[in-house]
């Protein structure tokens, strides 16, 4: 560890306090008293204020880092604000020599391996004790706040990644619904069930589930491998039954279709790339059964109203759309691979093994 840094534990350096929850009777939604807030309120961000209290009890403030203490979402982290907290939440407090934004980012590192370790048989809990034990590789304060703006430089980098791929994302279903929706005086008004049918999956047996053979599909997509496939002609369409009523999956090799779901057969000549963003646009999820077992009701389905381009036309808009679905893939992908670098990079800069370099200033003040 360089010199300046200091070995000790997160409870010397900040005040926490457990939460508490407020009467019922003292709790309203018309906004009247102080904010309250529950670990169902957290976000990855600020929380979100959706009950308010006469009577708080226990108090968080901006700068703070809450943590979930119980429950299925122990561990979970939202920022700070000025609230009264309940019982399943902690606001850890930065004292003066602790920065809140390095407190924020040593804490999201830690998160896993709490949760991975909490304590607790039906759900997780997290002890004052636990926060308070943790081991911290604590840096002067100037190099607390260095390492934070470093770690917000890339955490500006991965937000506007991912503003580019929602972008992308509403760009092509507006795309998709505006190339769907054109028409022209080749295009021929038909149903759905005039293009093909969903034929059944069936049952296997002995399904093999360990990696080894040809797809399997499903309700839930691919759900495993089989040593022989029972639909040998690629592409393949699947659409889910029961609780994924109406999800389409595409298999571009041999595969099997258990009776959890369908595969698509055309009736007439139709390009299988076409036909498959054509159901994603039909909204299939919304024509499924409302009684009984959820399930796509292939009756609706099928009599659901398509304009069908020529051939050549279907194979221009696949293209077209296949152009955004590599834009949006590229960009998913630098999206994690920003998402890893900052993991690494966080780990790295917190083990106090790592120097930032002086000019690193003068590239994050200009940036």
């Known amino acids: 560890m360089r010199d300046g840094w200091t070995e000790t534990t997160l409870g010397t350096h900040i005040k926490i306090v457990m939460g508490q929850a407020p009467p019922g009777k003292d709790c309203n939604k018309e906004g009247v008293g102080v904010p309250f ?89 997290i002890t004052k004790d636990d926060l308070a034990d943790l081991p911290l590789n604590l840096p002067p304060l100037v190099e607390q706040k260095r390492i934070v703006d470093v770690v917000s430089s890339v955490d500006a980098y991965i937000d506007a990644l991912q503003h ?11 795309v998709l619904h505006e190339l769907l929706s054109a028409g022209g005086d080749d295009w021929t008004e038909t149903t759905l069930g005039e293009v093909a049918t969903f034929e059944y999956g069936k049952p296997l047996k002995a399904e093999n589930r ?15 491998r089989h040593s022989e496939p029972f639909i040998n002609d690629a592409p393949v369409i699947i659409v889910g039954r029961k609780g994924t009523a109406g999800a389409v999956w595409w298999s571009d090799m041999p595969c099997s279709v258990i009776d959890t779901a369908y595969y698509v057969v055309p009736k007439i ?17 919304s024509l499924t059964a409302q009684t009984g077992v959820p399930g796509l009701n292939r009756e ?45 990079l966080l780990s790295d800069l917190l083990s106090g093994e790592h120097e930032i370099p002086a000019s690193y200033d003068a590239f994050v003040g200009a940036a």
């Open 37 to 125: 807030v529950k670990a169902g309120e957290f976000t990855d961000g600020f929380p979100i204020i959706r009950e308010w209290t006469t009577n708080p009890l226990r108090y968080s403030k901006l700068g703070d880092t809450l943590i979930c203490v119980v429950g299925a979402t122990c561990g979970k982290l939202s920022k700070g604000i000025d609230c009264a907290i309940g019982r399943s939440v902690a606001a850890l407090q930065p004292l003066e020599n602790l920065d809140a934004g390095f407190l924020w980012n040593f804490m999201a590192r830690k998160v896993q391996e709490m949760r991975d370790g909490s304590r607790g048989s039906a759900q997780g809990v």
């Open 164 to 174: 580019q791929a929602d972008t992308a994302r509403t760009a092509r279903s507006a």
């Open 210 to 224: 360990d990696g080894i053979g040809f797809p399997v599909f499903g309700s839930a997509g691919e759900v495993g």
């Open 269 to 285: 000549s139709v390009n299988f790339s076409f036909l498959f963003l054509l159901l994603g646009f039909l909204d299939l999820p």
């Open 300 to 344: 609706r389905a099928y009599s659901s109203e398509v304009n069908l381009p020529p051939l050549t036309e279907q194979m221009r808009i696949v293209d077209v759309v296949s152009s955004m679905d590599e834009f949006i893939l590229a960009v998913e992908q630098t999206l994690v691979d920003a998402k890893n670098l900052r993991s690494g």
